[in-house]
């Protein structure tokens, strides 16, 4: 039995997280998690998985689930500081980390500190913190278990090397997002409905608009570099429109292993919450090579895609660029969501952000969390 913490779990991932736990009751246990904003899904949490500890955004939301549900288990609290209080409990064996931007990052560390085990599927903790974040998880003997459908392809495939040293390369598959079909001159006009339509996967609204920018596969390049403490130059993107190849692990002996399945974020999920073992998963996510016919592969335009350019530039500049990066975008993003800017303007606010930089080569916990702070408000007088 595992007992699991999710930060995020009214979210995309989060949802399918617990659809695993409810399907496998003898295997995990949900002990604590955050929601965020959806007081009626934090009730319907309550009523089915009964947890210790429930994270509201919000005081208010807190005390109401308090008063509703007083007979009841479930213990509620709120805020930045509820959300380590949901990680810290002493039952917790594996925490979630679900939650969309760099609020996942103290939590995080939080966990890490206290030796669980950690499915990450928030890549704006190793984006704006990496260093950190692995130094903490080598220290505490902590393993990161990657939950991106990417770095969970590698991952698996990466169980095969005896040594980095017989690693020669990591190739991460991009969709290439909702206007890949599109050319750059085309994007200006594009809306948020239309950038919402993701054509393979069921994603969250940010993280959606991040893959039609590829955005999305620049911070996984960063992610990857920490994750498997590989050299810029060791990792390649590509285009693949099938998203069934989810990434492959090239070796020096020319060799490549790849991870095939298909679009369905329970695979990984369910694979990072049983590690090392594999559980059965339903007939309907099997894949047949034979009805597929084809896989198809191109280069990454890096004209069409200058957020993936920019994320590209912040890894290898590093420092305290990532966390200007990830930052602004989460404020760029929102603010084309709510039909404040273009499309085409989301890269231009995250450059005008990073140019106006001066990079930190080694920023501590406090330079990274004032540097991002800095970075949102940035962003925040442009749109005014």
């Known amino acids: 039995m595992k007992h699991i913490a999710i930060l995020g779990a009214s979210g995309s991932i989060g949802t399918q997280a617990l659809d695993i736990i409810a399907s496998n009751p003898n295997v995990f246990r949900l002990v604590s998690c955050s929601i965020g904003k959806n ?6 949490i309550v009523q ?9 955004q919000y005081e208010a939301d807190a005390q109401t689930l308090e008063h509703e549900f007083r007979n009841k288990k479930t213990e509620f609290t709120f805020g930045d500081q509820g959300l380590v209080d ?19 990052l103290l939590p995080t560390l939080a966990a890490i500190n206290e030796g669980k085990q950690i499915a990450l599927a928030n890549k704006e903790t190793l984006v704006s913190a990496g260093h950190i974040v692995m130094e903490a998880a080598r220290k505490n003997n902590v393993e990161i278990l990657p939950v991106d459908s990417e770095h969970a392809a590698i991952f698996q495939c990466l169980q095969s090397a005896k040594s980095s040293a017989e690693l ?5 598959t991009a969709s290439g997002g909702s206007f890949r079909d599109l050319s750059y001159s085309e994007l200006k006009d594009v809306t948020v409905d239309m950038a919402l339509k993701h054509p393979n996967w069921s994603m969250g609204s940010k993280i959606t608009i991040d ?37 492959l692990v ?34 309907t996510m099997d894949l047949s090579l034979i009805e ?13 895609y200058p957020c993936f350019k920019l994320a590209l530039d912040a890894g290898k500049i590093g420092g305290s660029m990532p966390t200007v990066l990830n930052a602004a975008n989460e404020i760029a993003v929102n603010a084309f969501l709510e039909n404040k800017i273009k499309f085409i303007e989301i890269s231009k606010i995250v450059e005008q952000t990073m140019l106006a930089h001066d990079v930190i080569s080694n920023p501590q916990l406090d330079d990274i969390l004032e540097i991002d702070h800095q970075a949102r408000t940035f962003v925040e007088h442009i749109l005014l």
Request: glycine share 6%; hydrophobic share 45%; aromatic share 8%.
């Open 292 to 304: 597929l016919g084809a896989l198809h592969f191109e280069a990454v335009d890096i004209k069409k």
């Open 86 to 104: 949901v990680v810290s409990l002493s039952s917790v064996d594996l925490v979630l980390n679900s939650v969309i931007g760099s609020v996942g």
């Open 168 to 172: 020669k390369r990591l190739h991460i």
């Open 39 to 44: 007081i009626d899904y934090a009730r319907k």
């Open 211 to 247: 893959s039609a920018t590829m955005m999305n596969k620049g911070l996984e390049v960063i992610e990857a570099h920490w994750l498997f403490d590989v050299g810029y130059s060791q990792i390649e993107t590509i285009i693949h429109r099938e998203s069934i190849i989810h990434s």
């Open 48 to 56: 089915v998985f009964e947890p210790e500890l429930l994270c509201m």
């Open 250 to 283: 090239e070796f020096v002996d020319g060799s490549m292993l790849a991870q095939l399945g298909v679009s369905d974020m329970h695979i990984p999920i369910q694979y990072m919450l049983s590690y090392p073992e594999r559980l059965p998963m339903p007939a």
